[in-house]
Every structure is written in C-alpha cells, then in structure tokens.
C-alpha cells in the first residue's frame, strides 16, 4: 500500500523544487486542474453526446445561425451534467470499487483527489449544466434533472440498485439512451411527443443491452463485492447472449419505426439492419472464447464503432433528406 499511495500522490516532483516559487504554484495548479478533467470521464462524457445530437436532429430543427448557438449551449450543458453524473458514480462507488484493479487509476479512487473535492466539483459540473439548461426551455431543465435525479438513485451506496440484476439494464436503458435522447429532441421540441418517446425507445434498448456487457467485463469484482448483477446472478454466457438478442430487437424496432413513417425515410433502417449483421459475426467470434474481461472489453469496442458508424450514417442521411 505505501509503494501505491507514493506512486499516485500528486506531491511535486523533485525537478520542481529547481524552479521558484511561482513556477511550482503554477505546475501543481495545473496537474490539479488535469485530474478534475480526468475525474469527469471525458470520453464516456463525450460519447454520451451522441444520443442527443439525434434527438436534435429528428425534430428537424431549421439549421440558423441561432439554431446553431442553442445547440452549442446545449452540449456544454449536456456535457457539464454527464461529468456531474460520472464524478458521482465514482464517488458512491467508492466502497466497493476497490475491488476493481482496473479503475484503481482514478483519481479518486488513487486518492489524488479528495472525496470531498469530487463532490463540490460534481455539484459545480451539475449547477453550470442546469444554468445552461435553464436559459434554453424549462423541458431540457427537467429532463437534465431527472437524469441526475436517477443516476443518484442508482449509485447510492444506501439504495445499492447497482446490484439488482435487471434493473440495472432498465435503468440504464433509461439514463442512458431513453432520456439523453429526449434531451436532445426537447431544445426545438420543449412539448415533446408521441414521436419522440418512440424513438428514444431504440436508444433504450441499446443502452439496456450494452449494460449487460459491461457486468460481464465487472464480473469478478462485483462478485467479490456482493453485488448481484444480472451477470453475477444467471451467468456471463446468458448475459451474453440475451444481450445480443435486445440488439438485434433494437434494430427490428428501429426499422419497425421506418415502416410506419415515424422516421423520415425508410432507407435509415438499411443503417441499424446492416450494423446488426456485421455485429453479429463479432457475436458468434467471441461467443465461443471463454468469455473473460480482455475479450469482452475487444467484443464491446467492436459493437461501440459499429453503432458509432450506424448513427453517422442516421446523422447523414437524414440532414440529406432535410436539405433536399
């Protein structure tokens, strides 16, 4: 233990000690400033951006100048509370994420960052993203809220709905896809509807699905924490294989959702259709490995750039079809 906290401690370096006063302020104000940037997750943060910028765009919004700065404002905001929500987690999970070897590197879980310090960070990520949020409609507002309301929900050690197999798919299906993507479809449609909801379903089921996946990866150090995920619970290869089936309905539904024109054109289910065979070759490779971290982690980044690719094509063709 003493050799870990000596290589993660944010103490200045002895090259520094060479430079004034002011120069070692300045590096150490800077490192802090790194690991509240890592401490938000930016790539997942970023990648949580995706969801909304469909949501946007099937409101087919008019493409304006102002159009542009609300949207602005809005990923700022977007972001702002998706790192609110990672800090967060980090922070609940703290009690038994010291089982986890791999999210050690954290820097709250490596102790270069205070509990504390996280928490106010977390609250400031939180207030600058519903500010944002509040000077574009009162709809966005509520719907950010909501979804900081049920990750809190989710990670709090008291409540522990982390480990409750099944209902963690549901509740990242609807933190995850469902409401992310109503956030989006709310800046230019604030009274939401019907259409919308539909939609944002498809979202759900891939998130709900990709949930699973994840427990898979999480499989030993749930188990040595006692959480009863659906992995822990009915098994790795179950898991695996129920998961892939909501994908391939996911992909079922969005076409679905073609055909009864609730999308603008039917060639966007040509996109989720294609993704889901090509996805299904990664399937059946890895479904004959033993299913351990390493491949399921290599599974989970091959179905990630699959679906990144189906929804630029979405994105793409469904701007051609606006701007025909």
């Known amino acids: ?9 944010p103490s200045i370096h002895p090259q520094d000690y060479l430079r004034g006063p002011e120069q070692i302020s300045s590096h150490f104000l800077k490192r802090q400033l790194y690991l509240f940037w890592l401490s938000l997750r930016p790539r997942e943060s970023l990648m949580m951006l995706g969801v909304p910028v469909l949501g946007i765009l099937f409101t ?34 703290l009690t038994y994420d010291i089982y986890d070897q791999h999210k050690l590197e954290r820097p709250i879980h490596s102790k270069q960052l205070q509990a504390r310090e996280v928490f106010l960070f977390s609250l400031l990520m939180l207030l600058v993203g519903l500010t ?22 989710y990670a709090w050690p008291a409540t522990l709905f982390k480990g409750i197999p099944i209902l963690t798919s549901v509740m990242n299906g609807v933190g995850s896809g ?25 979202f759900g089921i891939i998130a709900g699905a990709g949930q699973m996946n994840r427990e898979i990866i999480d499989y030993e150090p749930d188990r040595q924490a006692n959480l009863t995920t659906t992995a822990v ?18 992909s079922i539904y969005f076409a679905g959702l073609c055909w009864l024109h609730y999308l603008p054109h039917l060639s966007l289910a040509a996109f989720p259709l294609t993704g889901t065979l090509i996805h299904a ?36 063709t469904t701007l051609a079809h606006y701007t025909a």
């Open 1 to 9: 233990m003493p050799e870990n906290e000596e290589k993660t401690s």
């Open 233 to 250: 619970k009915y098994g790795c290869r179950p898991t695996f294989i129920v998961s892939f089936i909501f994908f391939l309905l996911s």
């Open 281 to 316: 070759y990664f399937f059946y490779h890895y479904l004959k490995t033993d299913l351990g971290r390493v491949f399921v982690i290599k599974y989970v980044k091959c179905y990630r750039a699959i679906y990144a690719f189906v929804g630029v094509g979405i994105l793409i």
């Open 60 to 93: 087919e919004p008019v493409i304006d100048f102002t159009t542009f700065w609300k949207s602005l404002l809005f990923f700022i905001a977007a972001f702002a509370v998706a790192g609110h929500v990672y800090t967060l987690n980090d922070l609940c999970g």
């Open 132 to 153: 944002f949020d509040y000077m574009l409609n009162m709809s966005v507002l509520f719907i950010a809220l909501v979804i900081s309301i049920l990750w809190v929900i």
């Open 178 to 202: 469902i409401l992310p993507f109503l956030l989006g479809y709310a800046l230019f449609c604030p009274g939401l509807d019907f259409k919308g909801f539909l939609i944002s379903i498809y």
